[in-house]
């Protein structure tokens, strides 16, 4: 459905450099997306790790209680150590997991929304304690002039939402976590529905149940209640591992559109749509029954961690709407559709979560 931009991927991390000479980039992905003035601005999660000098090794960075950034290494072939999975260290011996890169997040410009220029310092790093494996995902909504910035704090703590606000990209204020862990994929609405805000959120529950959207309001932003299951997750197909919030919903005339993610049991994770009344953003009124956008460019199905296509932020310019998105947990990519098409293929889709 969608049409892939002809300069993708935008973003490579061949064009950004390090915060730290020692470090490489491997991705630069999961942008945040809104408006600034005269420029697009895209909020990027930068995946870096130590430089890897000798492939029999893993070099990994810990960040010390202290807020210090120390590399660490361990040997592939250690009986004790699981590196299979190119994003994680799993320790057998004390079952502790390790990042093998750590995220910020960093500004990137343009002017006509194709073209970027990222900026050479991160924006947003991490802190302790919520925050020692790294920031990630950042989702931006603008409320009343005010940008606030909900991203992933991930440390051995678990994985939780933390809230940032800023006016101009330049001052910021931490706001805090706003949901505990287990829980991430949270978008916030642009505007109060009868008069509260609203955001959906995934939990991640350990015993029982699926990874679901659910809906939750709050009248300041930092304490959230009223939660109700939006959308789930599927018996079988794309949608059978997994599904979460992706760009943050979008006023339409037929009601809020939200661009979500879903993933199958083999973590192949693609693009799709949903609908809901303006005034009852909990009751799902139009769902994709196929993926919007599924990976299948080279970009999409190779990379670090392939067959994934994972958005954070959209636009809707003159009745365009431009998701950008990350391809392969590696590079930023754009692709277009008309908001007629979307919402046509939602029209006919009955009323389910």
Same mark, same amino acid.
């Given at each position: 459905m969608f049409s892939r931009n002809v300069h993708n991927p935008l973003i490579t991390p061949r064009g950004v450099a390090a915060s730290r000479p020692d470090f490489e980039v491997l991705g630069t992905f999961n942008a945040g997306v809104t408006t600034y003035?005269?420029?697009?601005?895209?909020l990027l999660r930068i995946a870096e790790r130590p430089l890897q000098t000798d492939p029999k090794c893993v070099r990994?960075?810990?960040m010390l209680p202290d807020g210090e950034i120390v590399v660490r290494?361990?040997?592939r072939d250690d009986e004790h150590i699981d590196a299979s999975d190119p994003r994680l260290?799993?320790?057998r011996r004390t079952g502790k997991v390790s990042l093998t890169s750590m995220s910020h997040l960093r500004l990137a410009r343009s002017h006509d929304g194709i073209h970027f220029t990222v900026d050479e310092h991160p924006w947003l790093v991490a802190q302790p304690p919520y925050e020692t494996f790294g920031v990630e995902d950042a989702r931006i909504t603008c409320i009343e002039n005010t940008y606030y910035v909900n991203y992933s704090a991930v440390s051995a703590l678990g994985i939780c939402t933390g809230l940032i606000s800023t006016r101009d990209f330049v001052n910021v204020e931490r706001q805090g976590i706003i949901f505990p862990p287990s829980n991430r994929d949270v978008t916030i609405f642009p505007e109060r529905v009868n008069g509260l805000y609203v955001c959906y959120h995934r939990p991640m529950p350990a015993l029982l149940g699926s990874l679901n959207i659910w809906s939750a309001t709050s009248p300041d932003l930092k304490h959230w209640g009223n939660h109700q299951v939006v959308v789930t997750a599927q018996d079988q197909g794309w949608e059978a591992g997994r599904v979460g919030g992706g760009a943050p919903p979008i006023r339409t005339p037929q009601g809020w559109l939200s661009i979500y993610h879903a993933a199958d049991p083999n973590d192949r994770y693609c693009l #799709? /749509?949903?609908?809901?009344?303006?005034?009852e953003p909990w009751r799902v009124i139009g769902r994709s029954r196929t993926p919007i956008l599924a990976p299948e460019a080279a970009y999409e199905t190779s990379g670090f961690f392939p067959n994934v296509v994972f958005t954070c932020g959209a636009l809707l310019q003159n009745d365009l709407l431009k998701v950008y998105y #990350? /391809?392969?947990d590696e590079v930023i990519a754009l692709a277009e559709i008309p908001l007629a098409d979307v919402l046509a293929s939602l029209a006919d889709t009955p009323s389910k979560t």
């Open positions: 003035r005269d420029e697009v601005i895209l990994y960075p810990e290494e361990v040997n260290i799993f320790h #799709g /749509a949903f609908l809901t009344p303006l005034e #990350g /391809a392969s």
